[in-house]
């Protein structure tokens, strides 16, 4: 699997736990509106907005990255992501910290979402809320963005934030046409696999950095940065 398939599909099996986080939040900015064309632009422009804020914050992680890719520096960048992302899932197994995490995660998401639903309702408002919607806290796109600094340029970066946010749009999308949902409406509770996933990513960003010369899960990195999955 390539680096930019393995975007996608971070996308498409981690909209399962963005629908239970930011489900009631589409919901409560868009749930409301008649099914209209107009209404069916502005959920577009909506999820624009959104995959368009991810893209730009891969690319502003991956500038450092890229700088990282230059020096030869690479493997340490992997190596240090992989250590990161491995305490979070080892912390969120030992301490279960998630009910913790999700009442600061609702004070953070409150302004937000009074700000997103005065946008709504001026024009080109949508684009704007779901510029607001890509800025608030997620872990799924916190693993996202550490993968997209890892990428080999600034671009590539930003396209794995892309592909990453139009792997969630499918769900997103549906959702957002819903007249009421609950994360109980979804019975695959992803919220438990996540600290799991962390790990897996946390493993492969340490193999990755070790130069094994294993394709694809650990391609060689060359002294001046560059690696090879061939």
Known sequence: MSYHYLAFFMGLFGSLHCAVMCGPLLLAVQGHLPVTWKSILNKLLYQTGRILTYGVLGM??????NLAFVQGGQRWLSIATGIVLLFIGIFHVIGKSYKSFAKWQ????RPFAKLMGKWLYRPGGSLVAGVLNGILPC?????ALA???NAASVPDSFLFMVLFGLGTLPL???ISFARQFSGRMIKFN??????MLYIIMGV????RGANLNIPYLSPLIHLDGAASCA
Do not use: E
């Not at 502003?60 to 990255?65: A, I, R, Y």
């Not at 992803?190 to 600290?195: E, H």
């Open 190 to 195: 992803f919220n438990k696999w996540l600290p």
């Open 60 to 65: 502003l992680l991956g500038t450092f990255g």
């Open 172 to 174: 997103l999308f549906v």
């Open 147 to 149: 993968s997209a600094m």
């Open 139 to 143: 872990g799924m796109v916190y693993m």
């Open 106 to 109: 609702g004070i953070v998401v």
């Open 204 to 207: 492969w960003f340490l193999l």
